[in-house]
């Protein structure tokens, strides 16, 4: 079992920034991805970035030069950073742990983005 908690959502103005953070716990050895996914009102929850143990990272085009995701290993956390928000961005966002075949999610975080 993993559990994982996120932080860092909030209301910033369009072009402004955040810093989503989620810590994993439990049985952290055997995670090999993590990752954000993002769900808007009325609309599937979409992958928005990955990163492998190995720190290779996959992103989702419409954030891409936009946003950066980041792992530390040894404290077990995964970050977003979010530059250059655009109110498209409004979302609940999700983070994500892949541990034996089973993926785990965080409760949500919130992000809100004005124009």
């Known amino acids: 079992q993993v559990q994982l908690v996120e932080s860092g959502g909030g209301l910033v103005q369009a072009g402004g920034s955040l810093r989503l953070s989620c810590a994993a716990s439990?049985?952290?050895?055997?995670?090999?991805?993590m990752g954000w996914y993002r769900q808007a009102p009325g609309k599937r929850r979409d992958l928005v970035a990955t990163?492998?143990?190995?720190?290779?990272?996959n992103y989702a085009d419409s954030v891409k030069g936009r946003f950066t995701i980041s792992r530390d290993n040894a404290k077990n956390t995964v970050s977003l950073q979010m530059n250059n928000l655009k109110p498209d961005d409004t979302a609940v966002y999700y983070c994500n742990a892949i541990s034996r075949g089973f993926n785990y999610w965080g409760q949500g975080t919130q992000v809100t983005v004005s124009s």
């Open positions: 990163i492998a143990r190995d720190g290779s990272t």
């Open positions: 439990g049985s952290i050895f055997s995670i090999s991805a």
